[in-house]
């Protein structure tokens, strides 16, 4: 469990750097420099439909990485019959 626990910090370092750039293209900027600490590229307005989607897909893997580590808390709802 350890390695997947240990992707939580970096996932958190990408989310961020992908909520940087939405928030910047957002705002009117047209083109920002996107540094996840394990690549770096360039974005253009043009790219946010593709920045949702890996935002919602690391948003996902936080998601479930934090659940198996134990991070995350989780609640079960069942029907009450």
Known sequence: MSFICDQIPILEAQITAYNAALTALAGGVQSFSLDTGQTT????????????????????RYSVLSARCGC??????????
């Not at 590229?41 to 996902?60: H, Y």
């Not at 995350?72 to 019959?81: C, K, M, N």
């Open 72 to 81: 995350a808390r989780l609640t079960v709802v069942r029907p009450a019959w």
């Open 41 to 60: 590229e360039s974005v253009t307005r043009l790219d946010l439909d593709r920045l949702n989607a890996v935002l919602d897909s690391l948003l996902n």
